[in-house]
């Protein structure tokens, strides 16, 4: 049986291609399969949506010589104001005293979506595209991939298959993974807004009665991510610019002076999607494929670049050692080294969500004396800096093998 690829990743978007550039220097043979023609995910209104990354993720992207090409488009994150409406509580995270350049940056996911597909151009990794997987199947040796191109259908093998194709994933189904699904029948709305009163690299997270509100700094405009109930979230997005604002206004208050709507209103239904297991055969999963998270605590890609960087290491040790990089012996080692931060991250978001949408009046108090006690104990909001700035994961060295 001949074997097409080492690795074919199912997937084009930030996880499926930051791996391929991140396998780039080995001499493994790598394909990329994405459904949407780069034109199309290009124009997706889901572009739209601003992406806080961790300092720490900002080190990876950098490690991988990503970020020098999207940093032009990214702004930087001084200090981090998280408070609770109608509440005393509040804290206040800076930079300057965690003695770092930035807590993070904000970057929409079109912008950094096309910095790094067009690296994975420049690389000159093979994409088969448009495509979709119809069918998975492994042996001992390898996994035998059905795609489809427009009419035609293709079979391939590959020593090892990652999907990284997203919260709906195909590779997730036709491995027959179960998942946790938790519905939070809540929208988030997402929108760029002006200020008169200009952002100082602040970002602010706002916990209200009706949902969590952050703005993040995003060039010379804030981004909005503004989670509603559904039924909320519908009525907003149906009102009229003025009304729209009023709404946000009387939810954030005139700190920063009137606001100006400056891109379209976007809306995202939340879920969180967990699969029950990252591997089957010869195929892990990576990035939302197993954790699509609520974006409320903005940790989604921060923790699918993690997967990214322990897979491309196991990866490229296992092949520097001649060893077989598919092995299902190998997937269990990586996803006992992946889970501990999956169910730190996914159990820390989804407290989060539910703490700050109960207004049920002693976890009200509680919350409120856990900001406050925050902003007085430097400790615990050490902990909390270093925990949003992703500080307290561990680096991986996948970046020190690049290529010159
Ligand atoms: C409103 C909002 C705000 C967010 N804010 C933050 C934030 O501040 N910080 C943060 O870290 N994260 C944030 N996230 C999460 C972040 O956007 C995601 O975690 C990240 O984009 C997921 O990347 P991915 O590559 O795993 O999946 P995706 O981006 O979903 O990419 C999957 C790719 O696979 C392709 N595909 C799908 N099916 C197939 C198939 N069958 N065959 C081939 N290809 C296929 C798709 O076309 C797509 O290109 C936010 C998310 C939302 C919705």
Known sequence: MKQDYDVLIVGGGLAGNCLALALQSSHLKIA??????????????????????????????????IWSHAKAFATPIKTIHISDQGHFGKTRLSAKKEGVEALGYVITARDLE??????????????????????????????????????ASLNVSARLVVGADGGQSTVRKLLEIEQELTEYQQTAIVATVKTELAHENVAYERFTSSGPLALLPFKQDYAVVWTRTKEDAEQLLMDSEEEFLASLQACFGY?????????????????L?????????????????????????GQGFNLGLRDVVQLAEMILNEAQQGGDIGAPALLEQYASQRQKDHDTVINFTDSVVKL????????????????????????????LARYAMGLNARMPHVGSRRRA
């Open 32 to 65: 990329i399969v994405e459904t949407n023609t780069r034109e199309q995910l290009h124009n997706s209104p889901a572009g739209d949506r601003a992406l806080a990354l961790a300092s720490g993720t900002v080190k990876m992207l950098e490690a991988l010589g």
């Open 114 to 151: 096309a910095a790094v597909g067009q690296l994975v151009e420049q690389a000159g990794i093979e994409q088969i595209c448009p495509a979709r997987v119809i069918g998975i199947a492994s042996d001992e040796q390898f996994t035998h991939i059905s795609l489809k191109q427009q009419e």
């Open 255 to 271: 700190k920063l002076g009137r606001f100006s709507l400056t891109a379209p209103r976007r809306s995202f239904p939340l879920s």
């Open 273 to 297: 999607i967990r699969a029950k297991s990252m591997y089957s055969g010869r195929a892990v999963i990576i990035g939302n494929a197993v954790h699509q998270l609520h974006p409320v605590a």
């Open 356 to 383: 700050f949408s109960n207004e049920w009046l002693s976890l009200a108090a509680a919350r409120n004396v856990g900001l406050a006690l925050l902003d007085t104990i430097p400790g615990a909001k050490k902990h």
